[in-house]
């Protein structure tokens, strides 16, 4: 994929039966979007890929266009709410959040990076 495609990464953990109730729902939305890369991240088996994201709730999303952090949060656990989120982030023109706030979250929630890195 394109550094600069959008990139939706959902933070969980195996012990969390939400987490584990969604995870197909999730899988089945990337292959319905296959312009959009999707990643799994176990949070207990790779924390370092969460960094210093403040994960009080699973799901956490973090949705990247290309380096820059658009969304960056937990969500309830309906993919269709993720599909609304992920189609507003893909329309032409559309933003993330304000300049200081964005600024804030890309110190920590570059999550696309971290992966690379692994």
Do not use: K
Request: aromatic share 8%.
């Amino acid at each position: 994929m394109s550094s600069s495609s959008l990139f939706v990464a959902c933070l969980c953990a195996e012990w969390c039966g939400s987490c584990r109730e969604y995870r197909p729902a999730f899988d089945a939305l990337a292959v319905r979007m296959p312009g959009v890369e999707f990643a799994w991240v176990d949070i207990e088996d790779e924390p370092e890929i969460a960094g210093d994201i403040n994960v009080e709730n699973f799901p956490t999303i973090v949705i990247q266009r290309g380096e820059s952090v658009m969304f960056c949060g937990a969500m309830l656990p309906h993919v269709t709410q993720l599909e609304r989120l992920i189609q507003t982030y893909s329309e032409p023109g559309a933003s993330g959040p304000s300049a200081s706030t964005q600024s804030a979250m890309q110190q920590i929630a570059n999550v696309r990076e971290r992966i690379r890195q692994r």
